[in-house]
T-cell receptor, first 113, second 115 residues
Framework: GENVEQHPSTLSVQEGDSAVIKCTYS??????FPWYKQELGKGPQLIIDIRSNVGEKKDQRIAVTLNKTAKHFSLHITETQPEDSAVYFC????????????FGKGTKLSVKP | DTAVSQTPKYLVTQMGNDKSIKCEQNLGHDTMYWYKQDSKKFLKIMFSYNNKELIINETVPNRFSPKSPDKAHLNLHINSLELGDSAVYFC??????????????FGDGTRLSIL
């Protein structure tokens, strides 16, 4: 089955710097890659997603890139702000009736003012 | 006007008891899920239901029984609670299941603590 590896597990940056979180997946049939942000005491919130027919997607300060050949995808946050501090999860899915979302183990991002 | 709501938010109970967690979504979605998040924050799917029918049932002890009375509700009943059941349980929903890879929307979780 699918396996998703996420790095780093913790990331500390200064406010205004960029942050990059990387994930690799094992199942070449995976075609959907969402990113979730989880704040303390809250559920995961979708921040951006990308499908396998696209190499890059951007939404304001957040961008995701996908390299299907290498089977890895990354989250880029520019001009980080203290409110970006949270745990970020990547996930992958093959779709179909049995297609689960398989999550990475999360990255705790701390943005220092 | 919460999209996916779970009750209760906290549940503290003794080992061996039976308890239920309720979930409701007002997004009009046809698929609902239960996830378990352990103490290390690892998120893993337990069940998914599409139009009240079980679609995915991961390797979960049969002490866990999901019930979907209608498309907007998916409740989780747990019998004979064990210490290892302590975790945060998240309900989620999406449209058209995972077939078209539609985004999943999560509730804020139920923190279950077994004494």
């Amino acid at each position: 089955g699918e396996n998703v590896e996420q790095h780093p597990s913790t990331l500390s940056v200064q406010e205004g710097d960029s942050a990059v979180i990387k994930c690799t997946y094992s199942d070449s049939a995976s075609n959907y890659f969402p990113w979730y942000k989880q704040e303390l005491g809250k559920g995961p919130q979708l921040i951006i997603d990308i499908r396998s027919n696209v190499g890059e997607k951007k939404d304001q300060r957040i961008a995701v890139t996908l390299n299907k050949t290498a089977k890895h995808f990354s989250l880029h946050i520019t001009e980080t702000q203290p409110e970006d501090s949270a745990v970020y999860f990547c996930a992958a899915s093959t779709g179909g009736s049995q297609g689960n979302l398989i999550f990475g183990k999360g990255t705790k991002l701390s943005v220092k003012p | 006007d919460t999209a996916v709501s779970q009750t209760p938010k906290y549940l503290v109970t003794q080992m061996g008891n039976d308890k239920s967690i309720k979930c409701e979504q007002n997004l009009g979605h046809d698929t609902m899920y239960w996830y378990k998040q352990d103490s290390k924050k690892f998120l893993k799917i337990m069940f998914s239901y599409n139009n009240k029918e079980l679609i995915i049932n991961e390797t979960v002890p049969n002490r866990f029984s999901p019930k979907s009375p209608d498309k907007a509700h998916l409740n989780l009943h747990i019998n004979s609670l064990e210490l290892g059941d302590s975790a945060v349980y998240f309900c989620a929903s999406s449209q058209a299941g995972t077939a078209n890879n539609q985004p999943q929307h999560f509730g804020d979780g139920t923190r279950l603590s077994i004494l």
